[in-house]
Structure formats: structure tokens, C-alpha cells
């Protein structure tokens, strides 16, 4: 008889930090590159077009001793009922056994492991003394970006928030975001000195930024490549289904391009248009094998440096596999027999 | 905030009876054909070839307001560890909502399941005068198989049980497997009236048999077509991967040949050699189609009928959703905080 731990959305937010996001998010790009970690075929169905679907991810890490899946399901109309949009739902197993270990409400995992994705993307391919950094988009996502990347990198002393399509929301939005950043810090036990403020010239924005990250829904480029100075990094979040852009095309064919997934990226993400336009023939490489030094990043200080991060399962899987580790060490969540 | 049931093995073997077992299998095949389930692509995966894999069947039914998927791992090795080597876990949402509802033991749900499903391929294909079965297997699933052809037809009087490869054994068995039956045919209040007893002969039991069922292991047929009178009805359990085979590819060449899932029966099903062969050019139908009216089953007292029962993932799920309404009524299981 299993027993299986069960972690609520509440038992994970007192888990889960934004340190654990970094450290297993780059762990999951490591045994991608050492093939210790392994993705399975997703499932995908829609129940009406536009209106519901979900996907099921699947894998294994060995260093984890895990296997699992997370299934998330959109419902577009669930917001009238009172209810959320999304739903996340992670199962993990025992790898040598094959027994069932524990159901994890995969919800607040997003954010964080979100974050420290663009997070990791810039403390590999930016320069180490960047110090000023933009956030594009000021939705849900932005304030674990930006703390997870002030985290990443203790060289940043500027941050700028902008929202290209509305520039008065990211004024709005900065007292709350401020909040979020300095207690997902503070959860770590991180301290950072920086100012935040809202930019709303984005093109004097980009001049003057060493670090982009951007976490928009736009299909159309916002940032265009006369903008770009030598030496900029981008970490592109937003792009994660096909015909989504955020930058430049010309950006990319200027730039070393990186992503998390070489086939995820040059079909649904930041690559995907650069790709089909002929303007890139592939990524320079994925991130794990630059963290695994299969692979070399930047080469100098003056190159253009993009991270695609289109999301890849085992993120998930290995930032599910750190907090049931924590919550087994501090014995948190309910335990039912199966 | 989501609720999950936590259904354990004890908790399913309390509430899940062969009554419900038939009735959610048959249901299963109804919406298989009226299009209202609907079944995933299956991811599989092996960790190491011939000791330790898994795969994971997802899939919808409109008719129960649920979607779900079973994750089921064999790890040859964990008797010596002292494990099961088989662990079946399903977890079940909300069809309109996407909410998950509940995580299940599975394992106790695929004896039911099986059973039910090789007697509902007796009650829709063999002669309703039916009064003689042979039981050919006398492994875990024969219990099952019997209890739930006794409870669906309740015209038969006489049972055999006759294991080839090993004799013997059926006498051996048969104090224990009788036990099993009337328990099975007890929790859910019904009474039959009939015979069980070890048949050592094949030849001759088969030739005295208006149903058969096979439940082995078996890469050769056991069964010839010279022994089979005609009239008689097979559902054939045992092949459910590929270069199995229970009885001769000529059998199936005189019969009317139904099956559960037609691309699973000519692949890894008792028609899979037969197929090659030549022998037969496809299925007659579906078992659905027949249950709804779509296809003609059996035609006259004289032919000769195969139920090929490769089992398909809306059984796993039909069942689910049936143990999940009784453990609701009920109020048995382990609610927990998602």
C-alpha cells in the first residue's frame, strides 16, 4: 500500500523559493544535456477550439530518482463559474520502483520556475557586469522574472518596467510588483540594492538596458533591431505557441541565439519566424549543453546574445522533485493511503 | 482551491462490485462508438528493455463529465524488493471545468474490468441459451472472468476450468478460484446456480463448450480449430501484445470476429496473426457498434463468434468515474486540500 504525499497550492507557496526554482530549473537543463533527464511525447487535446483544451507533459530524471507528469488544462470560460482559467496538477513516481509518490498542485510552480528560467538565460549568456535591466510586459509573470534575475545576478543595480502596448499600466502596476519582487527576494533570504522604475520609452529603454526579458502575448515584433546595442542580452519568455513574436527577426540574425529545446524553439518559440524567414538556420545551441560545456555561450562583450525559453517538462519535473525533497524534510502536506 | 478524493485499494475494494464492473465496461464501448469518448495518444516508455516500463492512457467521457488518465509501471525486479511489480494509479477531472476530482489505486479496478469485459463479450456475441463454459487459464484474471460471465449470463450451468501447459494445476486451484467467484457474485447480490470443475482435456472441453474464455500467457494457440463445434463463442483475454496467440488463426478464418478497438486488435490483439496471415481482412465490427445498433452481431444458432478484448483506456476510465459517484454517495476516501 503507497502512501502519497499530497501538497496544496498553499503547502507549495511555503515551500517553493525562488532559490529552489533557480538551482532545479538549471538542473533540468543540465540532465537534458547529460541525457539523464528524459521528455516524454505530450498530449494534447482540445475540447472546443479556442475555448478548452490541455496537455499532458511527461518524463524522468534520473539524479531525482523521479518520473511524472503534469497535466494543465485551460478552460477559457471558467472565469464566469468563478473559477480559474488554468489548472496544474503534477503526479510524481518513484523512478526504481515505479511506486506513486505524490500529487502536487503545480499552479504556483509556474511563476517561479518561469522566472528562473529568463533568470538562468541571463547568468549564462549576459555579460557578468551587466547592471541595467528591462522587464518588457508588467502581467502575471513579470515581478518572478525580475526577482529571480536580481537573484541570478547580484551586478544589477537598475530595473525598468515597461508595457509596450499600454505604457501607463506599468506605472500602475509598480507599487504591487515592487512588493512581490522584494518578498520573493526576502524568501530566499536575498538581499539586492536596485532601483525599479517604469520606463515608457521603450526604445530608450532598450539603448540603455544590458538585460531584456520579455514576457508579452504579442504576435507582432515590438522591439526592432536598430534599437539593440552591442553587448545586449535577451531572454525571451512570451513566445510559447506558433506565430508569437516578441522581437526583431533581424535581432536573431545579428545575435548568438540559444533556446532551452532546439525543436521547441524553431517551431512555437522566439525562433520561429527567424527560422521559417531563413534569417537563422538552428539555435547556436542549447543552454545545457552551455552549462555542461558541450557547448561554448558568449564569446565576447560586444556579441548579442538571445535565450529562448519556450518551457520544457522537465522544469517542472525538477522543481516538483525539490519542494516534495523540502516537504518531506519538513514533513508538510497530507499523506493518504493508496 | 480544489478538493481531491483520495480512493485507496482497500477504499475500491469496498465500494467497486462485478454489477458496476459490467455496467461501466459496456458503457465504456457504447461511447467508444457514439463518439462521446474519446481516447489519447498513449505515451510509453521503457527504462530498461524487458525490466521496467510504463505507459500512461489518457482520454475522455462526455456521458460521466470527466477526463482522465492511468499510469501504469512494471518493474520485474520489485518482488525482490518486496513491492508489487505492477503499480496502476488514474487521476480524474472535470470534463467542463477542468478541476482535478480524484487520485485512484488502480490496481483493483483491472480484474473487475477485465472480467466484465470478457462477459460482455459472452452476453452480446454467444447463444443467450448458453449453458456451458470453458474456462482456459487459471491465473490471477479466471476468477474474475467467470464471476462476471456468471452475473452476465445468467443462463449457464456448468463451469470449466482447464489450464494446457499445466494441468494439474486447475485441480489445485479451483477451492481457492470458487471462493473468489462466489464472493465476487456476493458483493453484489446475485446467486447462481451452477457447476465448477477442473477439466484436464482440452480437446474434450472444448468440443463440450458453448462459451470459452482465454486468459494466458501463451505465444501458441492452444486451441484447434478441428475441436470448435459450431455455435460456439470465444473472448479471448490473453493477447495484449504483439506475437501473442491463444487459439488457431483458422478459428477466427470460420467466425464472425468482433473486438474492442480495431487498430489495437490487428496490431497486438488475438487478430494480429491471423491478420498477417491473411486469414481474416479486418474486424466484422466493434463491439460498440454492435451494443448500439450500428453493426449485427451474431446471426444464426451455428456461427462461430471471437471476442478479441485488447482492453482500451475508456474502460479504466468508465470504471474510475463509477467508483468516484459511489465513493461520493458513500463518503468513502481521503479528501485533500489541492
Given at each position: 500500500m503507497a502512501k502519497v504525499r499530497i501538497l496544496s497550492a498553499s503547502d507549495i507557496e511555503k515551500?517553493?523559493?525562488?532559490?529552489?526554482?533557480?538551482?532545479?530549473?538549471?538542473?533540468?537543463y543540465r540532465q537534458k544535456s547529460t541525457g539523464e533527464g528524459s521528455v516524454w511525447p505530450m498530449v494534447f487535446h482540445e475540447f472546443v477550439h479556442g475555448e478548452a483544451d490541455l496537455d499532458i507533459k511527461s518524463g524522468d530524471l534520473k539524479c531525482e530518482n523521479i518520473f511524472g507528469l503534469k497535466v494543465v488544462s485551460w478552460y477559457g470560460s471558467n472565469e464566469k463559474h468563478g473559477l480559474p482559467d488554468l489548472f496544474g496538477t503534477s503526479l510524481l513516481f518513484d523512478r526504481e520502483t515505479g511506486e506513486p509518490k505524490a500529487l502536487l498542485n503545480a499552479?504556483?510552480?509556474?511563476?517561479?520556475?518561469t522566472g528562473a528560467a529568463g533568470a538562468i538565460g541571463a547568468r549564462v549568456f549576459a555579460r557578468q557586469n551587466s547592471e541595467k535591466l528591462l522587464m518588457v510586459g508588467c502581467g502575471a509573470q513579470s515581478p518572478y522574472l525580475i526577482a529571480a534575475t536580481?537573484?541570478?545576478?547580484?551586478?544589477?543595480?537598475?530595473?525598468?518596467?515597461?508595457?509596450?502596448?499600454?505604457?501607463?499600466?506599468?506605472?500602475?502596476k509598480l507599487a504591487c510588483l515592487?512588493?512581490?519582487v522584494e518578498s520573493l527576494l526576502h524568501g530566499c533570504g536575498a538581499e539586492r540594492a536596485y532601483t525599479l522604475e517604469a520606463a515608457t520609452d521603450l526604445e530608450a529603454a532598450v539603448k540603455n538596458s544590458d538585460i531584456i526579458l520579455t514576457a508579452t502575448p504579442s504576435y507582432e515584433p515590438m522591439i526592432h533591431t536598430e534599437w539593440v546595442q552591442p553587448g545586449t542580452h535577451f531572454s525571451c519568455i512570451g513566445s510559447d505557441m506558433t506565430c508569437k513574436q516578441e522581437i526583431d527577426s533581424d535581432i536573431l540574425g545579428r545575435a548568438l541565439v540559444f533556446g532551452d529545446d532546439e525543436n521547441q524553439c524553431l517551431s512555437v518559440g522566439e525562433c520561429e519566424k527567424?527560422?521559417?524567414?531563413?534569417v537563422i538556420a538552428g539555435l547556436k545551441?542549447?543552454?545545457?549543453d552551455v552549462i555542461t560545456g558541450k557547448a561554448e555561450g558568449r564569446q565576447k562583450e560586444t556579441d548579442i546574445t538571445v535565450f529562448d525559453s519556450t518551457g520544457?517538462?522537465?522544469?517542472?519535473l525538477s522543481s516538483a522533485a525539490v519542494i516534495l525533497a523540502e516537504a518531506e524534510k519538513k514533513n508538510i502536506g497530507t499523506i493518504a493511503e493508496l
Open positions: 515551500l517553493f523559493t525562488l532559490d529552489m526554482a533557480v538551482k532545479a530549473v538549471e538542473n533540468a499552479g504556483p510552480v509556474t511563476g517561479l520556475r536580481l537573484f541570478a545576478m547580484p551586478s544589477i543595480r537598475q530595473v525598468m518596467l515597461c508595457n509596450p502596448r499600454n505604457p501607463a499600466k506599468a506605472e500602475e515592487s512588493a512581490k527567424p527560422y521559417q524567414q531563413g545551441a542549447e543552454i545545457g520544457i517538462a522537465l522544469q517542472d
